[in-house]
């Protein structure tokens, strides 16, 4: 069973940054890393759980929900198995729980097409 786990989280003041990171493990069934692709979604208290943004498998192109769009940015280090989300300019907002999502099939913003998840690190940004 594919094994996501987050990293990262924790208390920041609104202005401020934050790094969350997603390690893969476990049992792929021969594949690899580079071989899923990658997201982050969130969830805020009383809320949906929302797409954020995601990565293609080779880590050439990137997209973002437009709430995030200009102050995170999506990475990728296949070599290190390594999921990355640079939080800057945080919110308020942006307080919620984030997890890192995989799938070997085609990407997407929807929730449904995602077949693994990490249990998520939560982010709070104070005012």
């Known amino acids: 069973q594919v094994q996501l786990v987050e990293a990262g989280g924790g208390v920041v003041q609104a202005g401020g940054s934050l790094r969350l990171s997603c390690t893969l493990s476990?049992?792929?069934?021969?594949?690899?890393?580079?071989?899923?692709?990658m997201a982050w979604f969130r969830q805020a208290p009383g809320k949906e759980r929302d797409f954020v943004a995601r990565?293609?498998?080779?880590?050439?192109?990137?997209f973002y929900a437009d709430s995030v769009k200009g102050r995170f940015t999506i990475s990728r280090d296949n070599a290190k198995n390594t999921l990355l989300l640079q939080m800057n300019s945080l919110k308020p907002e942006d307080t919620a729980v984030y997890y890192c999502?995989?799938?070997?099939?085609?990407?997407?913003?929807?929730?449904?097409?995602?077949?693994?998840w990490g249990q998520g690190t939560r982010v709070t940004v104070s005012s």
């Open positions: 990565i293609t498998r080779s880590g050439h192109a990137t």
């Open positions: 999502a995989a799938n070997d099939g085609l990407g997407s913003t929807s929730r449904a097409a995602w077949q693994h």
């Open positions: 476990g049992r792929t069934f021969g594949r690899t890393f580079s071989d899923y692709g």
